[in-house]
């Protein structure tokens, strides 16, 4: 089967494709809203907001519990509170304490709340169990009529349980209840708008998140006991809304933040009062609708999608850094400017995504090309000569017998004769070296190895003066076949064993270039090869040695000038010899002379298969002694015919 069998290219619809179905599939993860979550905690983090000077906290704290007792204190503390804040000059008053129990001193705190006029009670909405329903639980009804306003303090956990927003409003059935940042800005209970709502429902509505001041501890607060024990300080409260809660440990009102997450939480009457800070400057950041993030993330595949196929591997990496720092900068203007929260994971996993998934299309097209180009190569003849080692000892003794005509040999297989002549078993010495050619006057004996098979050949050659040549250049022959390499050796990983191809391949263009190279180089004939303007792009050494042009100087010559340089000829010229041989595409035989020396010239045209490219091929033969062979011969017979013509004349007279 193919390796290539599936034709994946690094087109826009390809890459985009991808792109989409891996986004898709990270869908069913959290790793997005986990992306999305860390960028909103950077961002907020690394730009904390001032605190409004309209807040402040009171807070129950261990110091407090420690001076006025323990938990649950007696509302007359309550009402105490109002009356110090009240002479202070503060605000508005917010309690982040539930007063849902009926008690004696509820009268007394319910004339101190409306003395002050403007103090808020929060509504809890208790979490179902397995007994009762999700239910809201007010203040009891003396209170919640004292109070100037009502508010939820329900605070939103995310997936990762932490705290970074919360819905404006929220409430059972028909009535949503604001928050208490709301209803201490004077915002009252709405209608959803839906009379279909049942009354056990939780309906919230404008999820906002909260732009922290900083981490638990970061507002100005005062301790509950100290406000009660001290005079009251206008400096402190007068024309302030105070956030009245608990922060100490053993309360449980606690809430991670992206400032703290679970090693330093953050009390809920904080984050309250973070909210109301926030509001008061017009902080608050409002979440984008959900297509906002799927357009950004479409917008930025079909982007990259266009824009990358076209570009070379660094301007991929560089254009997907671009989109990431972009997207990064937009994420940022929006959040911090705007006060829009786009979900960017998304979007910013397409350019994390685009550079290994095009680099990895790039590959499959380069690896499919060279493996196309490699069986190509692998099929391809090899112009190489085979070296003799790998031949048979019968095709040898053929080979030596056509080539050295010897008087006599010998070939044997083990102890087997397979041809003799002149020669028998008893004449095979018994110190021979495998590999080795052994000589004895004008015997010579070689013991080769085949498979695992012995074999000993031996020859007798003629007694004339080229045997010792002829036995100089057996000595030259290696026969010996070489060891085998470790099959164990051979890489096993795909990519190495790609790289060794690829290495043989090489190897083998090389040895072909050197093969023709030297052909050409030790050919009889001078060789020039021209492009289609007859311009020299390639000669050999006899060119260099005839024309006395150095090699370098050659290359990029025109051969009408090289020509002219060294015979001047006026018919018919040069230029228009080679002139006639591109354009007509005809063959031409010129004779050329240089420095005394008779040269014969043949101009063949040539084209390149499957290419426009056309040029010369010219072959320079050197006949200075053919020439002189043909003056001798015309000298010896106009001597003769001189002889004979004298004594006939003679004769005649």
Avoid at 109 to 114: D, F, I, T
Avoid at 342 to 369: D, E, H, K, Q, Y
Avoid at 454 to 478: C, K
Wanted: proline share 8%; aromatic share 8%; with cysteine.
């Amino acid at each position: 089967m193919n390796r290539d069998w599936l034709p994946i290219k690094t087109t826009p619809w390809t890459l985009g494709l991808i792109l989409l179905a891996l986004l898709l599939l990270i869908q069913t993860t959290d790793l997005p809203q986990r992306l999305d979550f860390w960028l909103y905690d950077q961002a907020i983090t690394s730009n904390p907001v001032n605190a409004s000077d309209e807040v402040v906290l009171v807070t129950i704290d261990e110091l407090s519990l420690n001076r006025l007792g323990r938990w649950p204190w007696p509302r007359t503390l309550h009402a105490e509170l109002i009356a110090k804040l009240e002479q202070a000059g503060a605000k508005t008053i917010v309690f982040d304490i539930l007063f849902a129990e009926p008690s004696p001193d509820d009268q007394q705190l319910a004339e101190q709340m409306r003395s002050h006029g403007n103090v808020i009670l929060p509504v809890y909405l208790s979490p179902p169990t397995s007994q009762y329903l999700l239910s809201e639980q007010l203040p009891v009804g003396q209170l919640a009529s004292a109070a100037n306003g009502l508010g939820h303090a329900h605070v939103e956990l995310d997936s990762d349980g932490v705290a970074r927003g919360l819905y404006l409003f929220n409430g059972l059935g028909r009535q949503l209840w604001p928050s208490l940042a709301l209803a201490a800005s004077g915002i009252r209970p709405q209608n959803p708008g839906t009379e279909e709502a049942l009354p056990y429902v939780n309906v919230r509505d404008q999820y906002r998140a909260i732009p922290l001041i900083g981490g638990a501890g970061s507002l100005q607060s005062y301790s509950f006991a100290e406000v009660l024990t001290r005079p009251p300080a206008p400096e402190r409260f007068r024309g302030k809304t105070v956030f009245v809660g608990a922060t100490a440990a053993g309360f449980g009102d606690i809430l991670p933040t992206p400032f703290s997450g679970l090693s330093r939480p953050m009390a809920g009457v904080e984050f309250h009062a973070n909210v109301f800070s926030a509001r008061t400057q017009g902080l608050l950041i409002r979440p984008a609708p959900e297509w906002a993030s799927a357009l950004l993330s479409l917008t930025t595949i079909l982007i990259l999608a266009l824009a990358l196929p076209p570009m070379r591997p660094a301007r991929t990496l560089l254009a997907c850094a671009a989109a990431l720092v972009g997207l990064v900068g937009l994420y940022l203007f929006m959040l911090l400017a705007l006060k829009w929260w786009i979900p960017l994971a998304n979007a910013l996993l397409v350019p994390l995504l685009a550079f290994p998934v095009s680099s990895g299309l790039r590959l499959a097209m380069t690896n499919r090309f060279l493996n196309r180009q490699l069986d190509d190569l692998a099929r391809s003849p090899q112009v190489a000569l085979p070296a003799p080692s790998g031949r048979n000892p019968t095709q040898l003794l053929e080979h030596f017998q056509a080539l050295f005509r010897p008087t006599g040999w010998l070939l044997l297989e083990e102890n087997e004769v397979l041809s003799a002549r002149g020669l028998s078993l008893a004449d095979v010495p018994s110190d021979l070296t495998p590999g080795h050619w052994f000589h004895d006057s004008n015997r010579s004996w070689i013991q080769l190895l085949r498979a695992g098979t012995r074999y000993h050949l031996g020859l007798m050659l003629p007694n004339d003066l080229g045997r010792e040549a002829v036995q100089r250049y057996l000595r030259r022959l290696h026969l010996e076949q070489p060891a085998l390499a470790d099959s164990t050796a051979r890489p096993s990983e795909n990519i190495s064993a790609r790289i060794e191809r690829v290495r043989i391949a090489t190897d083998r263009l090389n040895h072909m270039q050197q093969f023709i190279r030297r052909s050409f180089e030790r050919m009889p004939d001078g060789i020039i090869v021209t492009d289609e303007l007859g311009v020299i792009r390639f000669a050999n050494g006899h060119i260099e040695e005839w024309f006395r042009e150095p090699m370098p100087s050659l290359a990029g010559l025109p051969l009408v000038r090289l020509l002219e340089g060294h015979d001047p000829r006026e018919t018919p010229p040069w230029h228009e010899t080679v002139s006639d041989t591109l354009t007509l595409q005809q063959s031409r035989t010129v004779d050329l002379r240089i420095r005394d020396k008779d040269f014969l010239i043949h101009f063949a045209p040539f084209s390149l298969p499957d290419t426009d490219q056309q040029g010369i091929i010219a072959n320079i033969s050197d006949i200075s002694e053919l020439r002189e062979q043909q003056r001798q011969h015309r000298e010896a017979i106009d001597f003769i015919s001189h002889d004979v013509r004298s004594p006939l004349v003679s004769q005649l007279a």
